[in-house]
């Protein structure tokens, strides 16, 4: 006997499946299985694919991280000319109270 699985198996397995999780369940772990499958098999296909190509081509992830840098240096030259902002406003205030404080003398 060959090892494995053969027709008459398998209907029994997806019956036993079906009264267990029902008929709405079924599909949705269907469909989990076959994504996991999937991305096991791209992860499978990034390992064995040779050195060379991944290091010339810039990955998904390295684009990513260039775009999460240039996000952190804007948002820091945006805090910048806040702060630079809140400084000034708050030194006019300043020069303003001084002659008001020299009149109530």
């Known amino acids: 006997m060959i090892p494995g699985f053969h027709g008459l198996d398998l209907i029994v397995i ?3 499946a079906l009264l267990i999780f029902g008929p709405k369940k079924l599909p949705e772990m269907g469909s989990a299985i076959g994504k996991s499958i999937k991305e096991f098999q791209k992860g ?3 390992l ?3 050195k060379e190509e991944k290091e010339e081509t810039p990955s998904s992830t390295q ?4 775009a999460i840098e240039r996000e952190i240096a804007a948002k820091k030259a945006e805090m910048a000319a806040r702060e630079k ?3 000034e406003v708050e030194a006019e205030p300043k020069a303003g109270a ?5 009149k109530a003398e």
Do not use: G, H, Y
Request: net charge negative; aromatic share 0%; hydrophobic share 35%.
């Open 48 to 50: 064995s694919a040779p």
């Open 44 to 46: 499978m296909k990034e």
């Open 14 to 16: 997806l019956v036993i």
């Open 85 to 87: 902002e809140q400084t």
């Open 63 to 66: 684009r990513s991280l260039d």
């Open 98 to 102: 001084e002659p008001k404080a020299s």
